[in-house]
């Protein structure tokens, strides 16, 4: 499904060189789910943003489903995050100006097909227990509720990876729950999911386990 | 299973710019006020340039003979509607003298009278109008071709006028004497807009019924005119007889019979006001093109600093398969909406201005002034809405590389 070989990212800043992340060797499996924890600033967000084709590797390979992503031109890597890959992220992403249905449509629109399955972004809202709130905008939702709006938006496409970028971070312990809940059954549905976070204790979701420290991939 | 068609890019555009409502009016503003005020300027400019064409035109002669002290300035003041009293005049039998010069077709005279100051409180004279123009009906090349019906019955009571002067039919009270209109003239954008043109007769009937009154009202203005006397001599050259040839003999002629005349060519007629209207077109142009170019600065400046804090936003979209083209034609259709729509909107206000004050602006800026033709103006609004488009695109090229060119984890980065 997923596999990353020897894949480096390095920044330089002034006369010196940060290893976000430093030959880092991974496959995935379809269904895996694989939970990556580590301190803040261990580099978990930077290697997601390289299996999801944000940033280009320093070095090493990413290949998702056989095809190295940093070969792609721009239209098919865009294609790829559209169709293949559904991103949760750390911060408020949602579109500030479209309401919650239309956030969750959103990614049909970057695909080929004309029209948005407008049942499936409904029932994706109704999933994530916000029916009643798909004609507001975020700014009327809870952190909590744009989380799961978010997720909603992940999942429209019907990917075959979800990467989420710390889900739960600045949520409280019973937010959390219900988000890990939806993320879970999300993996129960067949799809593969790489999450990141610093909390240890929401490392038990996960099928396969990793610890990132310095940019260093460990499984544990 | 429910379709729903899929947001279009135009649909994401006019909701982010409703969602940011201060920038959005900003934009269109600066961009009304630049393209307003380029349209406007250009409508004056063209409708200057019109209205003198029409007042040289509406003079109908080739050639122009005068009495010598008399220069192309007299003539051309008249046009701009400038009243200045024009004491030269000449027998009325240089008419048949100019006539028989080879190579004049037809010649016709003419008199000029300008209407100064009124007594305060005089009531004989409520007539609102800048010169009063003797010609002769019989002869004339100058009424006659810009009315579709002359009245070949025009009696001593009779007047033809310029359109601000009054309606057909109605009468007109001038030195207490009620003249009948038979005749109105189309709006020229001159000073022959306020023009009484009368029979030679009537005006010589006029000037000593301005005497007889001045009798009765002492300090009352006069009409310094006489029988027989006359401004100006109007010639028509005949076909194939080149103008200036036909000037230089009538000049000769009148040296040989000790006539003093001068020879004016219309097209030098209006030379001071071209010159002024083409300064004012260079320093438009100036204007314009500095104030053009700032608001590409400007635009491009503000939607610069937009994007800078939408990087999260950028970024987010790339992350859910947007491409760098989706994003250019994102910053560039916003940017191009504005900027056309404020294109649209000071085209409207530049129109609804000149409409209201385009006279008023016209005469501070000591031009005459008529409104373009319709082709003209709807040439002149595509080429603006072009400006506009190109405007909004210009200013949106840097933004809008910038953003589509970055990679999505910087966009994010930089937006967190």
Partial sequence: MLSLEGVSKHYSVGNNIVKAVDNVHLAVNRNDFVMVTGRSGSGKTTLLSLIGGLTKPTSGRILLKGVDISSLSDKDLSGARSRTIGFIFQFPSLIPFLRVLDNVRLPASFTQEKFADLDRAKELIRAVGLSKRSDSYPSQLSMGEQKRVAIARALVNEPEIVLADEPTSDLDEATEKEIMQIIKEVHEKSTTVVMVTHSADLAHYGSRRFKMTAGVLREV | ?416
């Avoid at chain 2, 003198?52 to 003041?77: C, E, F």
């Avoid at chain 2, 100036?286 to 950028?314: A, D, K, P, Y």
């Fill in chain 2, 1 to 416: 299973m429910h379709r729903l068609r899929r947001i279009g890019l135009l649909q994401i555009v006019t909701r982010s710019l409703k969602a940011s409502p201060f920038r959005t009016i900003v934009t269109v503003l600066c961009v009304a006020i630049v393209i307003g005020t380029i349209f406007s300027t250009t409508l004056i400019v063209r409708g200057a340039d019109d209205s003198l064409q029409i007042g040289i035109l509406r003079m109908g002669a080739d050639l122009i003979v005068v009495p010598k002290p008399t220069n192309p300035w007299h003539i051309s003041q008249m046009i701009l509607g400038h009243v200045v009293e024009h004491p030269y005049y000449m027998d009325i039998g240089a008419v048949d003298k100019v006539a028989r010069v080879p190579g004049v077709q037809k010649a016709t005279p003419q008199a000029y009278a300008a209407k100064l100051e009124l007594v305060p409180g005089c009531a004989c004279c409520p007539t609102s109008f800048s010169y009063l123009i003797g010609f002769d009906p019989s002869s004339d090349l100058v009424v006659k071709p810009w009315l579709k019906r002359f009245p070949e019955d025009l009696r001593r009571t009779d007047a033809i006028v310029g359109c601000n002067v009054a309606a057909y039919g109605q009468n007109i009270v001038i030195f207490d004497q009620v003249l009948t209109i038979r005749g109105v003239l189309d709006k020229s954008g001159t000073g022959l807009d306020d023009v009484v043109f009368v029979a030679l007769d009537t005006l010589y009937w006029l000037a000593t019924e301005s005497r007889r009154l001045a009798l009765k009202l002492p300090g009352h203005h006069v009409l310094d005119i006489y029988s027989n006397q006359i401004s100006a001599v109007l010639v028509k050259v005949e076909p194939g007889h080149s103008v200036a040839d036909v000037g230089l003999r009538i000049k000769l002629e009148s040296m040989e019979q000790n006539m003093d005349l001068n020879v004016i060519y219309p097209q030098t007629l209006g030379q001071e006001a071209r010159q002024r209207l083409s300064n004012l077109y260079d320093i438009f142009l100036t204007n314009n093109s500095i104030m053009w170019g700032l608001s590409v600065v400007l635009v491009g400046t503000v939607f610069t600093l937009t994007v800078c804090e939408r990087h999260r936003e950028i970024g987010v979209l790339r992350a859910i398969g947007a491409t760098q083209g989706y994003i250019f034609k994102l910053i560039t259709l916003e940017v191009v909406l504005l900027v056309v729509l404020g294109g649209v909107l000071g085209m409207l206000g530049g129109t609804l201005t000149l409409h209201l004050s385009g006279q008023y602006l016209a005469k501070s800026l000591d031009v005459p002034y008529l409104w373009p033709d319709p082709p003209y103006v709807a040439s002149l609004a595509a080429s603006a809405l072009g400006l506009s488009a190109t405007t909004g695109i210009l200013s949106a090229l840097y933004p809008a590389i910038s953003s589509s060119r970055m990679e999505p984890c910087n966009a994010i980065r930089k937006g967190q």
